[in-house]
Structures are given as C-alpha cells and as structure tokens.
C-alpha cells in the first residue's frame, strides 16, 4: 500500500487550507483512512480519520468542530481534511496514515508528512 499527500502550506491565523491523501488500495477489511500530526516539540498525535466501511468519522479533541474530513469525489481511495479557522498552535506536520478502523491503531502505512504553518 502506497499513501499519497497534498496540501499543506503557510496561512494566517482564521484562515483554511485542505489536505488530501490517497491509499493505492485498502489495507484490511476493517480499515480507515486519515491524519496524524506532530507540532514541534511534541508527540505525534491524532487528528482525524474516516472508516470506508460505514464512512464514519473520528476526530482528535483540538480539531473537533474546525476540521472536516470527507471522501473526495476523485474516484480514488483519497479523503480530503478541510482545515478551517486554523490557529498557530495546529502548526505541524501532518501525517497521512491507513490503519485499522476507528482511530488508526495500529497503522499499517505512513504517507510523507507535509508541512502546515499558521502564522500571522
């Protein structure tokens, strides 16, 4: 399994930005796809997944009601994260992973992290 990452970048405080990953197939029957971060100085933690067996979603306490994750309508295996009101503090590295259903422990694959920075 290959995990593919886009988006990321430098914005301001208040303002969004959208992540999308892609998974080359599924992984296990009872798998989900989604993020993880790590903020300097910090552990990785989760942000988000989302189930492909019920489309169920799971959000990690610090995005809940900022973060939106979906499944894009690109015909692939990808789920978009719409990142809204960003803070400085969701400044991180932001992990692309597919693990078992609902938060992704254990992960079976890791995407490349790709850079986010809110920052005014």
């Known amino acids: 399994v290959q995990l593919q990452a886009s988006g990321g970048g430098v914005v301001h405080p208040g303002e969004s930005l959208r992540l999308s990953c892609t998974a080359s197939?599924?992984?296990?029957?009872?798998?989900?796809l989604g993020w993880f971060r790590q903020r300097p100085g910090k552990e990785r933690e989760f942000v988000s997944s989302?189930?492909?067996?019920?489309?169920?979603?799971?959000y990690g306490e610090s995005v809940r009601g900022r973060f939106t994750i979906s499944i894009s309508r690109n015909g692939r295996l990808t789920v978009d994260l719409q990142m809204d009101n960003l803070k400085p503090e969701d400044t991180a590295t932001y992990f692309c992973?597919?693990?078992?259903?609902?938060?992704?422990?254990?992960?079976?694959?890791w995407g490349r992290g790709t850079l986010v920075t809110v920052s005014s």
């Open positions: 992973a597919q693990g078992r259903a609902p938060k992704l422990v254990p992960t079976y694959q």
């Open positions: 197939r599924r992984a296990h029957a009872n798998d989900a």
């Open positions: 989302l189930n492909w067996n019920d489309e169920s979603t799971n």
